[in-house]
């Protein structure tokens, strides 16, 4: 269902030389800054052929999922210029209306001291992404959508920013939005993925996904 959507409305996201569609977990990673730009976003299903720092879709289930890497010409605006986005999207293969989606982007910084801008630039690139799927019917509040920024270089949790539970709730309440801070994932099936969260987490339950909080 999400993948017949995006090809009547962003066909040229299906074309991209580097689409995956596997039963295996998704490494996904960034090699533009490693590169100087001679490769971007690459997602693979073999963590051999991963080199760098990644975050992880784990998918136990064998379910297929797709994974279709974003470029800087993905997104075009109504006034001719090209949007900011994230590194990718990533849902079922064959699901219908309630299928999960997750976008995933990654900053690629060692220092904690700058957790706090890349991941608020983080949380606007893929709040701004999933808006232009939504803003075209891809996807809507049926579909639980999965916001990822993630910090490869970085153990968990990320220091020095957090959101609040008021904001987490609220995403989830108003649009089936979670918005979490994590370097994986994992596929429970096609309505749910599994969020890992820390020791201690506060965990709230909204519908059929529990959503596990940070404490403040």
């Not at 999207?89 to 699901?95: A, D, T």
């Not at 990822?148 to 539970?165: V, W």
Request: proline share 5%.
């Amino acid at each position: 269902m999400i993948q017949e959507r995006i090809k009547a409305h962003y066909p040229h996201h299906l074309t991209v030389e580097k689409r995956l569609t596997t039963e295996k977990s998704i490494y996904v990673a960034d090699h533009s800054l490693a590169t100087q730009g001679d490769r971007n976003v690459e997602l693979v299903d073999d963590p051999s052929q991963v080199s760098i720092e990644h975050f992880t879709l784990n998918n136990p289930p064998g379910m297929t999922i797709t994974g279709l890497p974003f470029s800087q010409k993905s997104f075009r605006r109504a006034d001719g210029q090209f949007a900011s986005q994230c590194e990718c999207v990533i849902y079922p293969k064959e699901g219908d209306e309630e299928s999960w989606i997750c976008f995933v982007e990654l900053k690629y910084s060692a220092k904690p001291a700058n957790n706090r801008s890349n991941l608020m630039k983080a949380r606007r690139q893929l709040l701004r992404t999933q808006a232009c799927y939504r803003c075209k019917q891809v996807i809507d509040k049926r579909n639980t959508c999965y916001l990822f920024a993630s910090l490869p270089k970085q153990t968990e949790p990320f220091l020095h920013f957090t959101l609040t539970q008021s904001y987490l709730i609220d995403l989830k309440r108003r649009f089936n939005i979670v918005l979490r801070f994590k370097n994986s994932a994992e596929v429970l099936n096609h309505t749910m993925l599994r969020v890992y969260s820390h020791p201690n987490p506060h965990i709230t339950t909204n519908g059929n996904s529990t959503c596990r909080v940070r404490d403040e």
